[in-house]
């Protein structure tokens, strides 16, 4: 489990190909591989990695073939940046909400609006997603936690401050790019219990 509140801007080092569509992937992160271990958990762009080996602040994961289809992974290559988080500990403050760090789609930056002290950023949603999606709830954009500011039926927005400009991907982030999508986990618990219901399942 995590908060969506990036800790490192890591970078790719290397992919090796393992054979059965999946994948070794190498990543440099000194501040996460700090107290890193075998098994441990982190999030790579809002995707939930097991750390395989960690040597001179570099961790390695092996991604499934699954994971490289459905999320925006396979598109990387050695060099470029990542967000990254360690999985949250009981004893610390939820800052963002709670994610999962499993991927619910791949979006797509739509555009980008300049503001004085922020930037407004649309993406498009996925169909079948939008119904998870509200106004000043939490989503999850390529593993940070933001609030939606708009929401149409295949699109939503968030407003962007500096901080989170210069400190995560969305900053480098242009038209067209593809990022990871993961809702709020409470919208789709929701979702199942009032089906439940009207299917009789309370009974």
């Known amino acids: 489990m995590f908060t969506g509140i990036v800790e490192e801007l890591g970078e790719i080092v290397r992919t090796t190909d393992t054979g059965g569509d999946s994948a070794l992937v190498a990543v ?3 501040l996460v591989t700090s107290d ?17 080996d960690v040597e001179d602040g570099v961790f390695t994961a092996d991604v499934m073939g699954e994971t490289l289809r459905r999320t925006a992974l396979g598109a990387l290559r050695p060099g470029d940046p ?11 403050r939820l800052g963002g909400h709670l994610v999962q760090g499993h991927v619910d789609g791949v979006g797509e930056v739509l555009s980008r609006e300049p503001a004085a002290q ?3 950023v ?3 949603l996925p169909t079948g997603l939008s119904r998870y999606v509200v106004e000043k709830g939490s989503i999850t954009v390529d593993g940070i936690s933001l609030t939606v500011a708009g929401v149409g039926d295949d699109w939503f927005s968030v407003g962007l401050i500096p901080t989170t400009l210069k400190l995560t991907t969305l900053g480098a982030r242009g038209v067209g790019d593809p990022v990871n999508l993961e809702v709020d986990v409470l919208a789709k618990y929701v979702e199942r219990l009032l089906g439940d219901r009207a299917a009789g399942g309370d009974r």
């Open 82 to 92: 990542v967000n990254l988080e360690r999985a949250a500990a009981l004893n610390s």
């Open 28 to 30: 440099r992160g000194p």
């Open 122 to 124: 649309r993406f498009r």
């Open 36 to 52: 890193a271990r075998h098994g441990d958990s982190i999030a790579v762009n809002g995707v939930c990695l097991t750390v395989v």
């Open 118 to 120: 922020w930037e407004t």
